[in-house]
C-alpha cells in the first residue's frame, strides 16, 4: 500500500485522516449489512448451492476486512502526522 506524502503543499493530515475514518466507517456498516445476510439453508436448493454461497460469502467478507486494514493504517500514519 502507497501511503501518501503528507506535506505543505498537499492535503492536510487531519483532513485526510477524517476522510479515511469516514470511509472505515462505511465499511464497518457495508460489514454489518453483509453479516445480516449470510446465507441461510432454506434460501438454496441443495447442500453444494449452500457451502458455494457460504464460501463465496466469506470470501466477501474478507475482502471488506482487507479494505477496512489498510483503511485504518492510513488513518494512523495521517494521525501520526498531525
Known sequence: MTLPFINLNG???KRLAEHY???VLAVETAIARLREVAPNGRDYIDGYALREARAE????????DSVMAELEALV???EARR
Request: proline fraction near 6%.
Open 57 to 64: 460469502h466469506e470470501r466477501r467478507l474478507k475482502a471488506l
Open 11 to 13: 492535503s492536510s493530515p
Open 76 to 78: 494512523a500514519h495521517c
Open 21 to 23: 475514518s469516514m470511509a
